[in-house]
Nanobody, 124 residues
Framework: QVQLAESGGGLAQAGGSLTLSCAASWRPYSSHVLGWCRQGPGLEREFVAAIRWGGGRTYYTDSVKGRFTISRDSAAYTVYLQMTSLKTEDTSVYFC?????????????????WGQGTQVSVSS
């Protein structure tokens, strides 16, 4: 199975910041897209941000553009999500995923096993 380990969630006030980490124990291919999805209570899992391992091109959903930054540490096989100007609507469980395109939240890589995610709670 292909697995990723999420960490870094927690409680923040609106306007605050948190940074999430996603660590792989294997070396991603340059064609892989790694990123973050989130799922609120009773909601479907939705795409947040992603980065192509080779080249580092980044992608964001509209609601987080300008507030969240995704980056990678190629040597550590780790992806980060820096979240600033947090809003209460960012409250969710955040999952890390890997795929071959931006559909990582719906069709991740074959053999990928979802982790438990990390809870992000933003209070007003």
């Amino acid at each position: 199975q292909v697995q990723l380990a999420e960490s870094g969630g927690g409680l923040a006030q609106a306007g605050g910041s948190l940074t999430l980490s996603c660590a792989a124990s294997w070396r991603p291919y340059s064609s892989h897209v790694l990123g973050w999805c989130r799922q609120g209570p009773g909601l479907e899992r939705e795409f947040v941000a992603a980065i192509r391992w080779g080249g580092g091109r980044t992608y964001y959903t509209d609601s987080v553009k300008g507030r969240f930054t995704i980056s990678r540490d190629s040597a550590a096989y780790t992806v980060y999500l820096q979240m600033t100007s947090l809003k209460t609507e960012d409250t969710s469980v955040y999952f890390c995923a890997v795929g071959s395109d931006l559909g990582i939240c719906r069709q991740p890589l074959r053999g990928f096993a979802w982790g438990q995610g990390t809870q992000v709670s933003v209070s007003s």
